[in-house]
């Protein structure tokens, strides 16, 4: 069976795995034509990851729709390159592999632009690369390509852009970049990636032995909280996006927010150890954040 014949199933296979997602993409209560074109995007998001990450589905097909030989196929950065170039055709061709022929008629439709895509690409490409950061400072720029491009795709999808949102959307989605970076930290090690800024962790008297250990020290419970502290002061400067718009899109960044205080109180709850596992909220939290934010309490 060829990459072509199979390319429904390698839709599919991608756009599956938004329900295992940390975040709504596309929730019920959305119009649907809002929920088709984010499904699109994320469709294009969680492809990039898979390249990034090496976790395309086996047997090369995706390689080969991009134009990428069997034998190349481990090559994440050649298959980035392949896949930055059918993005562009997005553009101004007919790509070639399906996400991205789903993902045209949005980009059309919604007056999408380049950038918002480049940037994603251009984070996993730096994921390749770059596997520690020295500073905060060199964090948030690593976030403003990985995490913030997303909200602002929301925003054009929806209609909603305004320079001010933009800001606030990019503060909330660099907080649940952070987030998710220090529910992480052990999976992460484990790849060779360090999210914690090293001048944090050399201030806390954190080593990487340290990240390796089954539970935390006290020194990296603190390091964890500092940055916790961080994510949760980025949620609270962008937190006021919620209330800059109406309806549905209200309550779907409403849930955002939500899902970065939850994950937050999660990690708090758990003594800031996040080396045995992740430390996730459940939903009875998520609700009661989601509460508080739309009632304007905060």
Request: net charge negative.
């Amino acid at each position: 069976m060829t990459a072509t014949t199979r390319a429904p199933d390698l839709e599919r296979a991608t756009l599956d795995k938004a329900a295992s997602e940390n975040f709504p993409v596309a929730p019920f209560f959305l119009p649907r034509d809002w929920r088709d074109d984010l499904m699109a995007v994320y469709g294009f998001a969680r492809l990039v990851d898979d390249i990034g990450d090496g976790d395309l589905a086996p047997g090369g097909a995706d390689a080969e729709l991009l134009g990428v030989s069997a034998t190349d196929a481990d090559d994440r950065l050649l298959l980035l390159d392949a896949f930055e170039a059918d993005l562009r055709r997005v553009f101004d061709a007919t790509p070639s592999h399906p996400l991205l022929r789903r993902l045209q008629p949005v980009v059309r439709r919604r007056a999408l632009t380049p950038e918002p895509f480049l940037g994603l690409i251009a984070a996993n490409r730096q994921d390749q690369l770059v596997t520690r950061y020295e500073t905060y400072d060199d964090l948030l720029a690593y976030c403003e390509l990985s995490a913030n491009p997303v909200g602002r795709l929301v925003l054009a999808v929806t209609g909603t852009s305004t320079p001010e949102r933009i800001r606030l959307s990019d503060a909330i989605c660099t907080a649940l970049q952070i987030v998710e970076h220090l529910q992480d930290v052990a999976e992460d090690f484990g790849h060779d990636r360090i999210y914690l800024p090293a001048e944090d962790m050399k201030r806390f008297h954190v080593t990487e032995t340290d990240l390796s250990a089954k539970t935390a020290g006290a020194s990296m419970r603190a390091l964890v909280a500092y940055e916790a502290q961080r994510a949760r002061d980025l949620l609270n400067e962008g937190a006021p996006l919620v209330g800059s718009v109406h309806g549905r899109l209200k309550l779907l960044l409403a849930g955002f927010v939500a899902g970065g205080r939850a994950a937050v109180r999660a990690i708090a709850a758990a003594e800031y150890d996040v080396l045995p596992g992740p430390p996730k909220p459940g939903k009875v939290q998520l609700l009661r954040e989601a509460g508080v934010i739309l009632r304007g309490e905060g």
